[in-house]
């Protein structure tokens, strides 16, 4: 039958397709659960924090205990928080915080508190904390 073929022909080249990598694009399922395993999360308790400072309403930086500092990257600017003497941060999804949107910064205005959803939360090295401007170093 003359249907077939070119129904036989189109599903041979899409198993061939489908089952043929090229060699860069070949990985180990392994993989991602290694890496994974590799980077370990960095999270702090919210009440472990003692200060904040800020030089750009997109970032605030929180000194958590003594010596750790972490970036708090948010998805927007967030109003007045490098102004502000006070802000909180609040954890989604219990008391601790470990990654992006896993916390929010509020931050008190004149027109009622700004709710700023954080995307990024990293812990900085000692090198790039002796690297922030005095006014981003809390």
């Known amino acids: 039958m003359m249907i077939a073929k070119p129904f036989t022909f189109a599903l041979a080249s899409l198993v061939l ?3 043929v990598a090229p060699a860069g694009m070949a990985r180990s399922p392994v993989e991602p659960e290694a890496a994974a ?18 030089d750009d309403p997109n ?11 972490y970036r708090l ?4 600017p967030c109003l007045d928080v490098d102004w502000n003497n006070q802000i909180a941060v609040v954890s989604r999804g219990g008391s ?11 931050s008190p205005s004149q027109i009622g508190p700004h ?20 006014r981003a170093r809390p």
Do not use: Y
Not at 73 to 76: A, K, L, P, R, T
């Open 17 to 19: 397709a489908t089952t």
């Open 59 to 69: 970032v605030v930086h929180v000194r958590v205990g003594v010596k750790d500092v």
């Open 96 to 106: 601790n915080i470990c990654s992006g949107l896993d916390a929010e910064i509020i």
């Open 37 to 54: 395993a590799k980077a370990p999360r960095q999270c702090f308790w919210t009440r472990q924090i003692t200060n904040f400072a800020s």
């Open 73 to 76: 990257e948010m998805f927007g």
């Open 115 to 134: 709710r700023c959803p954080v995307r990024e939360v990293r812990k900085l090295t000692a090198a790039e904390i002796a690297a922030l401007p005095k």
